[in-house]
T-cell receptor
Framework: GQQVMQIPQYQHVQEGEDFTTYCNSSTTLSNIQWYKQRPGGHPVFLIQ?????EVKKQKRLTFQFGEAKKNSSLHITATQTTDVGTYFCAGPGGKLIFGQGTELSVKP | NAGVTQTPKFRVLKTGQSMTLLCAQDMNHEYMYWYRQDPGMGLRLIHYSVGEGTTAKGEVPDGYNVSRLKKQNFLLGLESAAPSQTSVYFC???????????FGPGTRLTVT
């Protein structure tokens, strides 16, 4: 069945450093979504990418969808302590398959 | 709007006991989902529903049953709880696909 693999599993950074998490699918995705889960919280939707090669920005967050629509990435510039949490990619459609998530910790 | 609510928030069961988790949404969403979350495993889909009266199996359906008798409610049942079902359970809903999913606050279940 379809699998969505996410790396790394954990990332520890110093505040101000950049952070990137990668998502790879075994099959072509019609779309991909990204979610953030704060410690002790529930996943919250961040963004959806649909087009091949699409790049979207939300303040310090940059999301990319690969040309072949089989991979995606989330890049955070100059991390802050408020960025702490687990970031999940998920795709696609009615039966979302989530990646294992990347847990980000930020040292002040 | 309350969004997606889950009842109860915490529960401890003994092996073999049964229970029902309730999910309710007030956004008139068609699709509803039950996930379990275990450390290092991400979110795994248990069952889902694409409309009132319909249900379908997800990735890890064994040991669980669901019902969607009303559009706003999605129930997850454990008939005979096992320690392997210790997890955090999240319910989610969406208007249709491929729109964003809205998650409830979760239910932390421990089976001893």
């Amino acid at each position: 069945g379809q699998q969505v693999m996410q790396i790394p599993q954990y990332q520890h950074v110093q505040e101000g450093e950049d952070f990137t998490t990668y998502c790879n699918s075994s099959t072509t995705l019609s779309n991909i979504q990204w979610y953030k889960q704060r410690p002790g919280g529930h996943p919250v939707f961040l963004i959806q990418l649909v087009k091949s090669g699409e790049v979207k920005k939300q303040k310090r967050l940059t999301f990319q969808f690969g040309e072949a629509k089989k991979n995606s990435s989330l890049h955070i510039t100059a991390t802050q302590t408020t960025d702490v949490g687990t970031y999940f990619c998920a795709g696609p459609g009615g039966k979302l398959i989530f990646g294992q998530g990347t847990e980000l910790s930020v040292k002040p | 709007n309350a969004g997606v609510t889950q009842t109860p928030k915490f529960r401890v069961l003994k092996t073999g006991q049964s229970m029902t988790l309730l999910c309710a949404q007030d956004m008139n969403h068609e699709y509803m989902y039950w996930y379990r979350q275990d450390p290092g495993m991400g979110l795994r889909l248990i069952h889902y529903s694409v409309g009132e009266g319909t249900t379908a199996k997800g990735e890890v359906p064994d040991g669980y049953n669901v019902s969607r008798l009303k559009k706003q409610n999605f129930l997850l049942g454990l008939e005979s709880a096992a320690p392997s079902q210790t997890s955090v359970y999240f319910c989610a809903s969406t208007k249709t696909t491929p729109y964003e999913q809205y998650f409830g606050p979760g239910t932390r279940l421990t089976v001893t």
